[in-house]
């Protein structure tokens, strides 16, 4: 189980750990962004830190309806404690886990400051 709390924007977040080239670690916290279809987004300056290799450029749909290039590349987080490798979107924001990350996975959040973000495997 992955577990998080709300803030004080009512935000769900979860920490995660991200490995770069090199076995380096970074600790982050992530927002949980259900509108977001992808799997994890990261601002440019940790992608540069952690020397992620690039995959490619695509397109994606902000939130307001705008479509916006992203550079893609691949990163290793560590979840629920085990490494998985997934596509991460450059955006300079806080980091974002979208839907993609949580997919086969039950998502509860207790919206309240404070409350409780719990993501587990489904059965």
Excluded: K
Aim: with cysteine; proline share 5%; hydrophobic share 45%.
């Amino acid at each position: 189980m992955i577990g998080g709390v709300v803030n004080a924007r009512h935000e769900a977040i979860i920490p995660l750990t991200v490995v770069g080239m090199g076995s380096q670690r970074q600790a982050i916290d992530a927002v949980v962004d259900t509108g977001f279809t992808g799997f994890l987004t990261l601002p440019s300056a940790l992608i540069s830190s952690l020397n992620l290799p690039w995959l490619c450029r695509q397109s994606g749909m902000l939130a307001d309806g705008t479509v916006a290039n992203f550079d893609v590349y691949v990163v290793t987080i560590v979840w629920d404690g085990r490494p998985r490798t997934i596509e991460v979107e450059e955006a300079n924001c806080d980091p974002l886990v979208g839907m993609g990350l949580l997919r086969d996975h039950r998502l509860r959040i207790d919206v309240a400051v404070g409350g409780g973000v719990s993501i587990q495997v489904l059965p």
